[in-house]
């Protein structure tokens, strides 16, 4: 299993910041890729930002341009900066984490129990 540390969520004005950092542990051998989805209520979760262990990175269509996510490999931490925040970015975003647990096992996805943002004036 991976456990996640999520920090950074909160309330932003339209056109603000934020930073989201995640922290992934537990039985993990090797992370291929790391990053956020996000959610809202009656909707599916949509992928926001991924980066994957060689540093491809790839961005949802409405992030691009204003969220850059980096990654600490060392560390199974990862970091997305979003800015020029709307309202639409209001959501729980949630940790991702594309992992294997042994050389014997097929990677496997996991998520974190997510943080609030919440763009409002």
């Known amino acids: 299993q991976v456990q996640f540390v999520e920090s950074g969520g909160g309330l932003a004005q339209p056109g603000g910041s934020l930073r989201l950092s995640c922290a992934a542990s537990?039985?993990?051998?090797?992370?291929?890729?790391m990053g956020w989805y996000r959610q809202t209520p009656g909707k599916q979760r949509e992928l926001v930002a991924v980066i994957t262990s060689g540093g491809s990175t790839h961005y949802s269509d409405s992030a691009k341009g204003r969220f850059t996510i980096s990654r600490e490999i060392a560390k199974n931490t990862a970091s997305l900066q979003m800015s020029s925040l709307n309202d639409e970015d209001t959501a729980v975003y949630l940790c991702?984490?594309?992992?294997?647990?042994?050389?014997?096992?097929?990677?496997?996805?996991?998520w974190g129990q997510g943080t609030q943002v919440t763009v409002s004036s």
């Open positions: 991702y984490v594309r992992a294997s647990e042994s050389s014997y096992s097929e990677p496997t996805d996991y």
């Open positions: 537990g039985r993990i051998l090797s992370i291929y890729a």
